[in-house]
């Protein structure tokens, strides 16, 4: 159902989402430089921070979905979704999406709030850094809920400072 969800501008800095996606479609702009696969952005390469590599390419769609879900988890850590989050999350998905797509993602968007460590649990080790990243994306890191919830999501998810400090550089948004 999200295949070709996850696009807009910061496309080719999420690695994890590289490559094709459920029947070789690829995931909007979302290129390679987490995991260093490259992607279809014009931006120049940056360093690579030390993400571990997937054992294969190809993204779930339960991996998409969950991902969609870490952004619009991020987006309610204030309580509450403004309208430049949804804008974000809605730019992430594309022009491309489906009407399924869409409605899966309002559906997310009025989904109560979890805590960002019992989202972190259902996050698999292989997507922990494509799961900040895209929680990074989604919002503008403006209160003191929204920076706790991202330190909680990177406590949850395992990852380093170093890990998140790149993320954080490569995304351009401003460190913690």
Request: contains cysteine; aromatic residues 2%; negative net charge.
């Amino acid at each position: 159902m999200i295949g070709g969800m996850i696009g807009g501008r910061h496309g080719a800095m999420l690695g994890g989402l590289a490559g094709a996606m459920l029947g070789g479609r690829q995931i909007g702009r979302l290129g390679g430089l987490l995991r260093g696969r490259g992607g279809n952005n014009d931006a120049q390469p940056q360093q690579q921070p030390p993400m571990p590599q997937p054992d294969h390419p190809q993204m779930t769609e339960g991996d998409a979905e969950l991902l969609v879900r870490a952004m619009c988890n991020a987006a309610k850590a204030d309580g509450h979704v403004d309208e430049d989050e949804t804008n974000r999350i809605i730019e992430e998905l594309g022009d491309d999406a489906s009407a399924d797509e869409q409605i899966f993602l309002r559906r997310e968007l009025r989904s109560p709030h979890m805590p960002a460590r019992d989202f972190a649990s259902l996050v698999p080790e292989e997507l922990a850094g494509d799961a900040y990243a895209v929680s990074l994306i989604s919002i503008t890191v403006d209160t003191m809920e929204e920076a706790s919830y991202l330190r909680d999501l990177r406590d949850g998810l395992g990852l380093s400072h170093g890990d998140v400090d790149a993320i954080h550089d490569q995304l351009d948004v401003p460190r913690l």
